[in-house]
């Protein structure tokens, strides 16, 4: 029984394709197949496998099917967090969700599951990401005040949305926790942010994210071990589609 995570897989089998590095770039070419083959080589039917978040470019549930059945065949249990292009998943109507794809998926929202005596606690999370002013040499000397006071909004919302999956797990008497996000725990101005200290707070002991994907976006956030706990970026191009063992 071990544990894996990846996310940003972007799939598209039913939808319109439109970011450009997807297109172009040599790592994401016939990448639904390497990242089936890497789960097939690697996961077992014990394993549970965590997807951080952009599953799907669909709009909606209509235009996802088939790239949650794509998921649903792959080895072991899925676990699924929200990303910021998974237009087809409501938070609202997330039980609906699970509804129709349980036991082979599960959609992870204001809730947890359970990895062995670990409880999984995850949101999307959201970091301030621009724009930024640069001066000729590259250095960030500014950035939209406005857009950023925007952002906060959104950390907030979701650390309230983390805050009350951890809370329920440990009202359920959970002690030891892994904490997903979509986003990075961090933008690019930040050392530390409301995401670390509830890593912290509630003794989390590794936080996955993803959404940095394109070699000039992999090291936008911490990684490896910062203030007791371990971070890891688990974007597929990252990981060159091989999931990335937590446990």
């Given at each position: ?76 249990r899925k676990v699924l967090t929200r990303g ?164």
């Amino acid at each position: 029984m071990s544990l894996y995570a990846i996310g940003d897989l972007h799939l598209h089998y039913q939808s319109e394709l439109k970011a450009p590095a997807q297109l172009r770039d040599r790592v994401w070419k016939n990448h639904e197949e390497k990242f089936r083959k890497n789960c097939q080589k690697l996961l077992t039917e014990d394993d549970t496998l965590v997807l951080v978040g952009d599953h799907s470019w669909g709009k909606n549930l209509s235009e996802c099917e088939r790239d949650l059945q794509y998921i649903c065949e792959l080895p072991g249990r899925k676990v699924l967090t929200r990303g910021n292009h998974d237009m087809f998943w409501d938070v609202k109507k997330t039980r609906h969700l699970n509804e129709l794809y349980q036991p082979r998926l599960t959609f992870l929202q204001d809730s947890y599951a359970v990895y062995r005596d670990y409880a999984l606690v995850g949101t999307k999370g959201f970091t301030f990401e621009g724009s930024f002013y640069l001066d000729r040499w590259g250095r960030i000397v500014g950035w939209d005040e406005e857009a950023q006071v925007h952002a906060k909004k959104l950390v907030d919302r979701e650390l309230e949305r983390l805050r009350k999956s951890f809370e329920l797990a440990k009202a359920d008497g959970f002690g030891k926790y892994i904490m997903f996000l979509h986003y990075p725990p961090t933008s690019i101005l930040e050392e530390k942010s409301g995401f670390t200290d509830m890593a912290e707070e509630y003794g989390a002991e590794q936080v996955i994210y993803a959404h940095s994907h394109g070699e000039s976006r992999f090291h936008d956030s911490i990684q490896g071990e910062y203030r007791g706990r371990i971070y890891h970026l688990a974007s597929g191009d990252y990981l060159r589609w091989k999931p990335l063992k937590v446990l």
